[in-house]
């Protein structure tokens, strides 16, 4: 991807543009790029093109891309749809490396418009012509002053220079972000809005910014995804190159009933596996815009990831202090007491002091020389937290009395750049600036304040786990047969082929057989209905627990296939299942769910019945070693229940962590052949686990293919 991505130079560092379809009216789409280049001071030449051939906005224009007699190195393409393949035609036959396309009307309007945007990328692709769009709003080379858009903000301000860069597919989402950016006083280095990504996309958009000198943390926003491994490498490569990467997904929906009929294929929803592959490739998912500007500004200040997830606060005001414990509590950081060094020069300093964390300094604070300055010097000095936090009200907007203060805090965050020194108050701008300029962080909210150090903090805790993408070739294993895994028997074999426990078990088509099955298994038993048609047998009635002796076997027999025609008349019953009854353990899913995007992903959870109600369940995407098994484990609250909970016995961990490793192995040998595999529940005993039921649905063209 890195080679490719070097292509994108020609998009962000044109060295000459022809802008087809120039407008002399600025506020036209055709004119708006035109005029903020020229604004701005884009320093490259500037070819307008336009069939009338006069000046537009003071410049000589042509009538085709061809007849620009200099090189052309960008085109960008702003004429209405029909004209457009026209305009690539012509732009190719210059020889332009690379094209933006801002006309809409393309794949997101009917198949006329995806077959056109597939005509005019082959041509691309075909002349090695790297295009942007269609229907993109553009994109800004901050530095260069190359403000290649139709955005409307720029009528009223300009991005300013910066380390911040952002990739968008949504235009409009680009221009919100950036401009309530540009509001707060926050710089920007690239900013591209990929719109129907006919040819480069976020991922790619975010591989080349992690290249990018100009560029330390990245913002992005994606609707959809084509390519869920690209996506990986490129957050993957941005973790390792140290820059955070913030990436919103809009569209929180699930995949639908259509997408497996198992627990597995309901719980994955599409939304889950995002948030998993952020997490597992470094990246962060905020909430909102003001949440991702937020983190990204406290980045651009401060220059570090907190080193721990520890805060050390001091307020003037014991109530702001509890609000913001409160929310590190809620966003998981820590409050560690202060240590006895620290008390001790704290109650030194200010023997009225609540020498706690939060530290409350309370108001008699003002009675001590540089009372708040060599507070923070204590919690700098004689403790580890990674953030430090002051709450100091307003005392920002008064400059004078706020001056000797302000340099004073100044200068011990120059001492402690390691660290995040962090202010909550109100504060004029010139003050805040001041105090950015050495590195100091200004909130005026102390729970925006807490949300973007605890964001800064994940990101550090996931560059510390990333996940390996597997190699190409992957290890031979033998091949297993999956043409008869439409039933739990079916399915219960292959696994156990594949290395996962499965119990001793007999599926008996008549009532004889199953008592001879229950006699060889050892009573009590369990019986169940095999049906390919029926996933759920609870559903119907269809398991009978507990069974003491034949006759009760003989009788469960018949009674579970009365209840399975009864409810389900069209099924195929193929008979029942006869295994042994096994109690004693904590009762759980493991589940495997093929993504269009991103592939096999791994689940575990919670099982039973009652596995869709609660939802404690967690993803990771295959192949799992053993650690990230562990971890998968521990993302999941009802882990507990495997510790010794309440006095409880302590289960087999170990056995579940490979039965997920197996799984995992399974999902990589076959990962082209199943869609999903629902092991629910998986029995963690004392000592070793076993598989209770399971469900394997193969993908719609492998079935269709196995049918004769």
């Known amino acids: 991807m890195s080679h490719a991505s070097s292509s994108l130079d020609a998009l962000f560092h044109p060295r000459s543009v022809a802008?087809?379809?120039?407008?002399?009216?600025?506020?036209?789409?055709?004119?708006?790029?035109?005029?903020?280049?020229?604004?701005?001071?884009?320093?490259?030449?500037?070819?307008?093109?336009?069939?009338?051939?006069?000046?537009?906005?003071?410049?000589?224009?042509?009538?085709?891309?061809?007849?620009?007699?200099?090189?052309?190195?960008?085109?960008?393409?702003?004429?209405?749809?029909?004209?457009?393949?026209?305009?690539?035609?012509?732009?190719?036959?210059?020889?332009?490396?690379?094209?933006?396309?801002?006309?809409?009307?393309?794949?997101?309007?009917?198949?006329?418009?995806?077959?056109?945007?597939?005509?005019i990328v082959g041509l691309c692709r075909a002349a090695g012509v790297r295009m942007l769009g269609p229907n993109s709003l553009g994109l800004l080379n901050v530095p260069a002053r190359?403000?290649?858009?139709?955005?409307?903000?720029?009528?009223?301000?300009?991005?300013?220079?910066?380390?911040?860069?952002?990739?968008?597919?949504?235009?409009?989402?680009?221009?919100?972000?950036?401009?309530?950016?540009?509001?707060?006083?926050?710089?920007?280095?690239?900013?591209?809005?990929t719109g129907n990504e006919a040819d480069v996309d976020v991922a790619e958009s975010i591989d080349y910014l992690a290249d990018d000198p100009d560029t330390r943390i990245i913002c992005a926003a994606v609707e959809s995804c084509r390519d869920g491994n690209r996506l990986r490498r490129a957050l993957l490569k941005a973790a390792r190159a140290g820059k955070p990467v913030l990436i919103m997904k809009v569209g929180r929906t699930e995949l639908g009933a259509a997408a497996a009929s198992t627990h597995t294929g309901s719980l994955a929803g599409n939304d889950k596996v995002y948030d998993t592959v952020f997490r597992e490739c470094g990246a962060l998912r905020p909430e909102s815009i003001e949440e991702m500007l937020d983190i990204a500004y406290l980045y651009t200040v401060s220059g570090v990831l907190p080193a721990n997830d520890e805060l050390g606060v001091f307020t003037g005001s014991g109530g702001i202090g509890v609000l913001m414990a409160d929310e590190a509590g809620a966003q998981g950081m820590e409050l560690p007491p202060l240590p006895a060094t620290a008390r001790e020069a704290t109650l030194a300093l200010l023997p009225f002091a609540v020498a706690a964390n939060p530290l409350d300094m309370t108001a008699q604070v003002t009675s001590v020389a540089s009372g708040t300055s060599r507070t923070l010097g204590v919690m700098l000095e004689h403790?580890?937290?990674?953030?430090?936090?002051?709450?100091?009200?307003?005392?920002?907007?008064?400059?004078?009395?706020?001056?000797?203060?302000?340099?004073?805090?100044?200068?011990?965050?120059?001492?402690?750049?390691?660290?995040?020194?962090?202010?909550?108050?109100?504060?004029?701008?010139?003050?805040?600036?001041?105090?950015?300029?050495?590195?100091?962080?200004?909130?005026?909210?102390?729970?925006?304040?807490?949300?973007?150090?605890?964001?800064?903090?994940?990101?550090?805790?996931?560059?510390?786990?990333?996940?390996q993408l597997p190699g190409s070739a992957q290890p031979a294993a033998p091949a297993l047969a999956l043409d008869d895994v439409h039933t739990e028997s079916g399915a219960k074999r292959a696994l156990a082929a594949a290395g996962l426990p499965v119990p001793p078990e007999h599926l008996c088509s008549s009532a004889a057989q199953a008592a001879a099955a229950a006699a060889q298994v050892g009573f009590p038993v369990v019986a169940k209905i095999v049906s390919p048609d029926i996933a759920h047998k609870t559903e119907v009635g269809g398991v009978m627990l507990n069974l003491q002796d034949a006759t009760a076997v003989d009788r469960a027999f018949g009674t579970l296939m009365d209840r399975a025609r009864t409810a389900r008349p069209d099924a195929r019953l193929e008979g029942v299942l006869i295994a042994p009854m096994l109690r004693g353990g904590v009762e759980v899913i493991l589940g495997l769910h093929r993504d269009p995007t991103f592939g096999q992903m791994v689940m575990y959870g919670s099982g039973g019945t009652a596995v869709e109600l609660f939802q404690d369940v967690a993803l990771a995407s295959a192949p799992l070693t053993a650690a990230r098994a562990q971890a998968l484990v521990d993302a999941v609250r009802s882990s507990q229940l495997l510790r010794g909970w309440r006095g409880g016995p302590q289960y087999d961990e170990a056995a579940l962590v490979q039965a997920l490793c197996r799984l995992s192995e399974f999902a990589m040998q076959h990962a082209d052949r199943v869609q999903s595999v629902d092991i629910n529940p998986l029995m963690v005993r004392t000592q070793g686990a076993m598989c209770l039921d399971a469900v394997i649905e193969l993908r719609a063209q492998t079935q269709q293919e196995a049918q004769p």
């Open 383 to 467: 403790t580890r937290y990674g953030a430090v936090l002051g709450y100091l009200a307003h005392v920002g907007l008064s400059p004078e009395r706020f001056a000797s203060t302000q340099q004073e805090i100044a200068e011990l965050a120059a001492q402690h750049r390691e660290r995040l020194t962090i202010l909550v108050m109100l504060a004029l701008p010139q003050v805040r600036s001041a105090l950015e300029k050495q590195g100091v962080a200004v909130f005026e909210d102390p729970t925006r304040a807490v949300r973007a150090v605890a964001g800064l903090a994940k990101i550090r805790q996931r560059w510390q786990a990333l996940y």
């Open 19 to 119: 802008l087809v379809g120039a407008s002399s009216d600025p506020e036209r789409i055709g004119g708006r790029p035109l005029r903020f280049m020229l604004e701005a001071g884009f320093a490259a030449p500037i070819y307008p093109v336009n069939r009338s051939g006069a000046l537009i906005q003071g410049l000589q224009s042509y009538q085709k891309v061809s007849d620009i007699p200099f090189p052309v190195d960008q085109a960008i393409i702003c004429v209405p749809v029909a004209g457009v393949e026209e305009a690539v035609r012509d732009a190719i036959a210059k020889g332009v490396k690379a094209i933006q396309v801002m006309t809409a009307g393309f794949a997101e309007i009917d198949a006329a418009g995806r077959a056109l945007q597939d005509r």
């Open 146 to 193: 190359f403000f290649s858009t139709f955005s409307t903000f720029l009528n009223g301000a300009q991005p300013q220079p910066g380390s911040i860069s952002l990739a968008t597919q949504s235009g409009a989402f680009g221009s919100a972000a950036y401009g309530l950016a540009t509001l707060r006083g926050l710089g920007f280095s690239k900013i591209i809005a």
